[in-house]
Each structure stands twice: as structure tokens, then as C-alpha cells.
């Protein structure tokens, strides 16, 4: 019987590697107007930080969002639209829920459900999502506790069956702490079945295949640190590609439980070996997992295997230009768009803004013909029948430069009149169609811009802290990365910025707005520059956007993508 007692949580013993009493876990806990991750939002956000037992910290906030709170969730969580008023919004809170978490095992009741709007909220705010291991309470407590010990699984009962201190009450700081007890009253009753450490748990939840336990042993000579990893198959070929800030870690989750996607576990059933490349930093190691995808496309990936399938909008180069969608951009192009419908929205947009012709014929002075119906109803001037000299026409196609190249809203403008004036005479269903159009131009501007930007600059240098009093520097030629070192605690950096700059890649200036870049690898490095506190140390030329690009627009953007009005033209 003894061999069987029941452990505390403070008697589990140490294990090899990643022993339980020394795992850091943030259980966490969110509440939100809605079960949609797109169209609904996070109100409130609780987490606690643990180990061995102990509370490390805590992380609790009311968040805006942005939008109305349906009165059957106030009924729920009581939280009201007057209470998350002048809270802050989630593109503040997210970033710092992150640091707080990083690093860190992360806990929830229903993990899909909470981990499913952080993923979302990552995406839709351009941050990265660190991949970490996940412990699902629900999943857990179906594998340790019997039916007749508890009628079901939901927070507030297993808070009751396991003699939680804190009670659920539908507000995340609370259900968070009542996790936490959750958790550790599942935890001690696993003792006795030698799950020790943070893989015997993750390896102990249902929906591991055979497969997946037996290959365990494909990541033990890994190393911790930064780096692309590689799944290869029997035939030595590249099954699956993917990045991780600790690279044994990382891999060791492919086979466990926290590995849900079903393609996935069929890779893992394949992979003969794992390859790995270390990097300098996570920067280096995101950009060599792009460039890896695009050499090998693996079949087991599913994004950025084929990095020139990109689509871009052009003028075509007549005396009479056109819109026109291409595979191959120019130095003025729009771009780049990930499918031909979003390129084909951003053409009627401009389209529907200027009067530039809309027919494909290749125009002819000596041969003119009968004008289609936009002549009739005041659309287009007609250059196809001689109506249009190609000078009477010219402004419309400087207008669309020039918004592209960022040089004048003014096209902008005409755009956000016609807003208006369907706003005004209550148009309200054309209004929101045009305000959608608009806001998904301004966007796409916005963004070709700010990577035209940084492609145009032959050579920068920048230092991103490693947040041990490091640095990681990084250099960039044409929106490329071309070196990429650290400068560890009380090494000197710039030393070490003259030999990356003296070893760096040579990269050639290429065409088209990106100057020979992939969109994936400049958009990848301009987040980098632009986030987490990296400064500029050199740069060949001044880094600048247009003083009249789209990103004066972005207030306006905000406002129309996440105003409660749907059809407001908003100021």
C-alpha cells in the first residue's frame, strides 16, 4: 500500500531533466464578449505564476474590447461595458501578458478555448507566438480522476471535488487561482505513477501515439538554444521545417500530448532523424526557417513554402495604363498581396477612386471604338473612342502612383469623401462596404511601404537587448539579413558589429519595391526593428518612410476596424 500513498506536490521527486518541482507554470484564464477568436474580444485576463508549489507573481487586468459586451456574458462575468471603458487595450496588455508568461509552462482550464484567442491576438497584432508547451486542466483531469469521483470536468466542480481554496466565479483572476489548486491536487495524485518531470506529464496525457513515445529520443541530442530544426524521412528527405528559442525543448513537444495536429503526428510517425541549425538569435533562426522552407517545401508545412507567389498590382506600361494584376512587380508596384482576390480588391478600390480605364484592350489613336457603359454613366473619359487625349488622362495615373509611392493621400481622400457622402445619405450598407474596401487598401499601402522602406536601405545595423544585459545585433542589407551575432553580459558590442559587418552576406540590390527581398523575410526583419526595444547602431542611408504614406493613415484605420459603428466615416 505504501508503494501507492498518494504524494504532496512538495514530495514529487526529481527527475533527470525538467523535474516538476522546478518547472515554471502561468495558469491562466481570460474572459471575453464571445467563443468567436476572430469577431469577439478579451474583457479581462488573470494568470498566476507557480512553482514548486509557490506563487511567483500574478498578472490581472480588464481589457477594452473595443466593441459592445452582449448582455448574456454581463449576466455571466458581470463585467459591463462602463467597467473596461477606460481600460487598456488588448494591443498593450497582450505584449506584456507575454513577457510575464515567457519561458513558462502555460496552464488552462479548456486551453484551446484561452490559448485560441492569445494565438489570434498575436497574429492580428503582428506579435509572435513563443510555442509553448501547454498543460490542458480538462484533459488532465479526465485522465486522473474516475466518474465516480467527480459527475464531470468543468472548473467549478473539480474546484469543489479537489478542495480548491479559491472558488471559479467567471472572473479570470480568480478561476486562474482556482486552476492553480486544480492543477497541483492532479499533480499529486500523479506522483505515484512516476510521472516526475515536464515531459512524463505532457507524455502521460491521453492522445500520444505509439509512434510518439518511441521517437521521444529523436530530440535528446539537441541542443537548448536558438535554431531551425528538421524532420527528415527514410528517403533522407525534408519533412517538415520549423524554428524554436530552445531547440531541444521545442522538439521534445512533438512527442507528447500538447502535439494535437493530426498531420503533424503522421510527420512524427515518418521522421527518421531531426537536423538542427543553431542561430545567433530567434531573429536569425526565423529567417533560416524561411529561407529552408522555400529550398525544400516540405509537405508536413503548410505556409511559406513558395515565397515569390506573391501578387502585385501594376500600371501597365501603354499610353493609356491600366490596373493590372502580376506575378513579376515593378519599382511601383502595390504589394505584395498573398492571393489574387485580395489583389483584385485593392484594383477596384483604386478603380472605384479615379476614372482610369478599366477595359484589358490594348488602345489604339487610329483605331478607335464604341465605348462601353462606365463612359455613359460618368466613369471613364473614353480614351478607347478618342474622347480622352493621353494628357487629359495623365492625372488619374499620377494619382495612383503617387499613392503608392507614398507622395499625396489625395486619392485617399476622394475615397474617404465618398464615405461620407453615403454615410450621410444613410447608405449604410454601401457605406461599411466602401469603409471595409478602403480600410483593406490603406492597409495594404501601409504595409508595402513600410517594406519598401527598409528594402531600399543598402546596409543597417541594429542591437536588440537579450534581456540578460546582452545584446543581439543583426545586419540588414536590403531588407535581407546578412550577419547575425551576439554580444553577451560585458562583452564590448561594437567589436563584435565591425567583424558581422566584415563577414556579412553580400547582397545585391535586386527589382521591384522590395529590391529582390522576399515579402516574408522583410516583413519578418521590419518586425524585429520595430519591436522589443532594438536600436539602430549604422546605417548606410537614412531609414525613411514618404511623409505622405499611408501610415498617416493608421489612426483612421484603428477607428475604422475596430469602431462599434458600422458604417461611420469616421473623421
Known amino acids: 500500500m505504501s508503494a501507492h ?30 467563443g468567436d477568436r476572430q469577431g469577439d474580444a478579451v474583457t479581462e485576463i488573470g494568470a498566476v505564476k507557480v512553482r514548486g508549489g509557490e506563487v511567483l507573481g500574478e498578472f490581472a487586468t480588464l481589457v477594452n474590447p473595443e466593441r459592445g ?43 484551446p478555448f484561452d490559448l485560441g484567442f492569445l494565438r489570434a491576438g498575436c497574429e492580428q497584432l503582428g506579435l509572435e507566438w513563443p510555442k509553448p508547451q501547454v498543460v490542458d486542466t480538462v484533459r488532465l483531469a479526465r485522465r486522473v480522476l474516475t466518474r465516480d469521483e467527480t459527475p464531470n470536468h468543468k472548473l467549478g466542480t473539480l474546484a ?7 472558488e471559479p466565479v467567471h472572473r479570470a483572476l480568480d478561476d486562474a487561482r482556482a486552476t492553480v489548486d486544480v492543477l497541483h491536487a492532479l499533480l499529486e495524485r500523479l506522483g505515484p505513477l512516476g510521472v516526475r518531470s515536464l515531459e512524463d506529464l505532457l507524455g502521460h496525457l491521453p492522445d500520444v501515439t505509439p509512434q510518439q513515445k518511441r521517437k521521444r529520443g529523436l530530440a535528446d541530442s539537441l541542443p537548448n538554444s536558438p535554431g531551425v530544426y528538421l524532420f527528415r524521412g527514410p528517403n533522407d528527405e525534408v519533412l ?28 512524427v510517425g515518418i521522421a527518421d532523424r531531426v537536423d538542427h541549425v543553431e542561430c545567433a538569435h530567434p531573429l536569425e533562426a526565423e529567417v533560416r526557417e524561411l529561407r529552408l522552407l522555400s529550398a525544400h517545401q516540405p509537405r508536413y ?91 487629359e488622362y495623365e492625372p488619374e495615373v499620377i494619382a495612383i502612383r503617387d499613392v503608392i509611392r507614398g507622395r499625396s493621400g489625395d486619392l485617399l481622400e476622394r475615397l474617404r469623401e465618398e464615405l461620407q457622402r453615403l454615410s450621410d445619405t444613410e447608405r449604410f450598407e ?32 541594429a542591437a536588440r537587448p537579450d534581456g540578460r544585459r546582452g545584446w543581439h545585433l543583426s545586419v540588414i542589407r536590403h531588407g535581407r539579413l546578412a550577419s547575425a551575432g551576439v554580444a553577451r553580459r560585458g562583452v564590448p558590442p561594437m567589436p563584435v558589429v565591425d567583424m558581422l559587418q566584415a563577414s556579412a552576406e553580400t547582397v545585391l540590390d535586386g527589382p521591384g519595391p522590395l529590391h529582390g527581398a522576399t515579402a516574408d523575410e522583410t516583413r519578418v526583419i521590419h518586425r524585429w526593428l520595430t519591436t522589443g526595444g ?19 493613415w493608421r489612426t483612421w484605420l484603428d477607428k475604422a476596424t475596430t469602431g462599434r459603428t458600422p458604417y461611420a466615416a469616421i473623421d
Not at 160 to 166: E, N, Q, S
Not at 241 to 259: C, I, K, P
Not at 441 to 456: E, F, K, N, P
Request: hydrophobic share 40%; proline share 6%.
Open 301 to 391: 508545412n503548410r505556409r511559406s513554402k513558395f515565397p515569390q507567389r506573391a501578387w502585385w498590382v501594376v500600371l501597365t506600361d501603354e499610353a493609356f495604363p491600366r490596373l493590372s494584376i502580376v506575378r513579376t512587380p515593378r519599382d511601383d508596384a502595390l504589394g505584395p498581396f498573398g492571393s489574387r482576390h485580395a489583389a483584385s480588391a485593392a484594383v477596384e478600390a483604386l478603380q472605384s477612386a479615379t476614372f482610369v480605364r478599366r477595359c484589358t484592350e490594348r488602345l489604339s489613336p487610329r483605331k478607335p471604338i464604341r465605348p462601353c457603359a462606365l463612359h455613359e454613366l460618368g466613369r471613364c473619359g473614353a480614351p478607347c473612342a478618342g474622347l480622352q487625349s493621353a494628357e
Open 69 to 111: 459586451i452582449p448582455p448574456a456574458v454581463v449576466s455571466i462575468t458581470g463585467i459591463t461595458e462602463a467597467m473596461v471603458h477606460d481600460a487598456p487595450r488588448w494591443d498593450s496588455v497582450l505584449p506584456a501578458f507575454l513577457e510575464f508568461c515567457r519561458g513558462a509552462v502555460l496552464v488552462a482550464h479548456n486551453a
Open 160 to 166: 469543489r471535488v479537489l478542495g480548491a481554496r479559491t
Open 240 to 267: 517538415y521545417v520549423g524554428t524554436a528559442s530552445d531547440l531541444r525543448r521545442r522538439v521534445r513537444q512533438y512527442f507528447t500530448a500538447g502535439e494535437r495536429r493530426s498531420r503533424v503526428k503522421e510527420m
Open 534 to 552: 532594438t536600436r539602430l547602431v549604422r546605417t548606410s542611408t537614412p531609414w525613411t518612410e514618404p511623409a505622405s504614406a499611408a501610415a498617416t
Open 430 to 461: 454601401d457605406a461599411a462596404n466602401h469603409r471595409d474596401r478602403l480600410a483593406d487598401l490603406v492597409r495594404s499601402l501601409d504595409r508595402g511601404q513600410r517594406l519598401s522602406a527598409l528594402a531600399s536601405v543598402p546596409e543597417l545595423v
Open 5 to 34: 500513498r498518494q504524494l504532496t506536490f512538495d514530495e514529487i521527486a526529481v527527475s533527470e531533466e525538467n523535474p516538476l518541482q522546478e518547472a515554471t507554470f502561468v495558469v491562466v484564464d481570460l474572459e471575453t464578449t464571445g
